[in-house]
């Protein structure tokens, strides 16, 4: 069974930078695409960003584009998410998740963490 633990996340100065992590356990990392999604307060989950198997093609929410990368390091079996320029609407529990085949859609992801907390503040 696929497991995923985010970690990194944390308090961050509007303007500033933060990287989360998510390290994959329980099967192959390499033969599932990646993502991140995110749920503000008081808001329902969004996508963030996600990776094909290899690291590249990747896409992006408009709202990040630009401010975030996503990346993913098979050998360790990790999935990135750096984030600069920090906005204080990037406030928002951060999930990474696993799915069979490349997409943006939530319901396309098999596998979830637990999140983690990023707070951006002024």
């Known amino acids: 069974q696929v497991q995923l633990v985010e970690s990194g996340g944390g308090l961050a100065q509007e303007g500033g930078s933060l990287s989360v992590s998510c390290a994959f356990s329980g099967r192959t990392f390499s033969y599932y695409s990646m993502g991140w999604f995110r749920q503000g307060p008081g808001k329902e989950r969004e996508f963030v960003a996600a990776?094909?198997?290899?690291?590249?093609?990747?896409s992006y929410a408009d709202s990040v584009k630009g401010r975030f990368t996503i990346s993913r390091d098979n050998a360790k079996n990790t999935l990135y998410l750096h984030m600069n320029s920090l906005k204080l609407e990037d406030t928002a529990v951060y999930y990474c998740a696993a799915a069979y085949m490349y997409t943006a859609r939530e319901s396309g992801y098999a596998f979830w963490g637990h999140g983690t907390q990023v707070t951006v503040s002024s």
């Open positions: 990776v094909t198997r290899s690291g590249s093609p990747a």
